[in-house]
């Protein structure tokens, strides 16, 4: 059963709904519907799944999260060090893919709040298109060595020291030009 | 009286294709996969059910877990423990499949070099070609000017 995530993690705004006065006498529908639905469907639902839960606590047992260690970076590998290549390798793709899910989970966070405001999305989401910004920024124009989004699916650590080096070297020459 | 009339109509004799063929292929195929289908599908849900999937959890302190313990599912896991090799040892072997191709490039190009240079320079034990003997030429033909 998928767990929801941490509510903690990210609070949303409490709602703004306004509390409505009763002006007819009829009875609200909507509590017939609620009681209906509780009885029929959600209680024989939950007992099930509790009972399930009781057999599964007997014995339980964890997963964890994978921590890997660090190895020396593409840029400090000597010329052909096959070894060294692979592994550095494979802890910068590792760490794009953090990185991607990073971009994700932050444009979720602007999409949600976008939802939420309506029409005054625009005003009120601004720390959450900073923040956006910022991520996309630092994931397409690579500053550390880690980040990089123009590259493509078929991006691998090589091309993006490579990209990473023509950046300094045009850097320099604008430097270069300008000091002139 | 016809067919679809309310009261008993005329009896009909339906010519259609046969179906004979069909049917007994669906039987069969519902047969043949429900036989290993239904016991499988019982023990996923047995595990499923009483077993349960594994619980998200901190790394304890100076506790190194097991290369089974990072996966959720328990059939995951026991697969993980005793079909497949642990992580570490396929990354080694992958090292070791790079490091034999990289010593193989290696000692290739240097047979290209020393072939290279005994080639040019001679003075090896490569590219000794047999000459024919200085006494076997018959130099008749050139002996005289006027040839």
């Known amino acids: ?180 | 009286p016809v067919r679809h009339s309310s009261s008993h109509g005329k009896r009909m004799f339906i010519i259609k294709a046969t179906s004979f063929y069909d049917t007994r292929f669906l039987n069969l195929l519902r047969f043949y996969v429900f036989l290993t289908g239904i016991p499988v599908a019982l023990f996923i849900t047995y595990v499923n059910i009483f077993i349960g999937e594994a619980e998200l959890a901190e790394i304890p302190e100076g506790y190194i877990p097991e290369y089974w313990e990072y996966y959720k599912h328990p059939i995951s896991r026991w697969i993980a423990r005793y079909l497949l090799d642990p992580p570490e040892k396929d990354y080694e072997k992958q090292m070791a499949l790079l490091d034999i191709e990289a010593k193989k490039t290696e000692l290739r190009l240097m047979e290209l070099e020393a072939r290279r240079l005994m080639r040019h320079r001679g003075d090896g034990p490569w590219y000794h070609y047999e000459t024919p003997d200085k006494n076997l030429v018959d130099n008749s033909m050139k002996s005289t000017p006027d040839n």
């Open chain 1, 1 to 180: 059963m998928p767990e929801d995530r941490d509510w903690e993690a990210y609070k949303v705004p409490p709602t703004r709904t306004p509390v409505s006065e009763r002006i007819t006498s009829v009875p609200n529908p909507v509590t017939i519907f609620q009681t209906v639905f509780n009885y029929v469907i959600d209680a024989p639902v939950t007992f099930v799944r509790e009972w399930i839960e009781r057999q599964q606590a007997k014995n339980k047992f964890y997963y964890y999260h994978q921590k890997f260690r660090r190895v020396p970076d593409l840029s400090e590998c000597l010329e052909g060090d096959y070894l060294c290549f692979f592994e550095a390798e494979a802890q910068w793709r590792r760490d794009r893919m953090v990185d991607q899910e990073i971009v994700e989970i932050v444009r979720e966070r602007l999409g949600a709040c976008k939802q939420r405001e309506g029409p005054n999305q625009f005003q009120n989401c601004a720390k959450e298109m900073e923040q956006l910004a910022q991520v996309t920024k630092a994931y397409q124009a690579p500053s550390t060595f880690l980040l990089d989004g123009d590259l493509g699916v078929h991006g691998n650590a090589r091309t993006c020291l490579m990209k990473q080096k023509h950046r300094m070297i045009e850097e320099r020459k604008a430097q270069a030009n300008q000091s002139q």
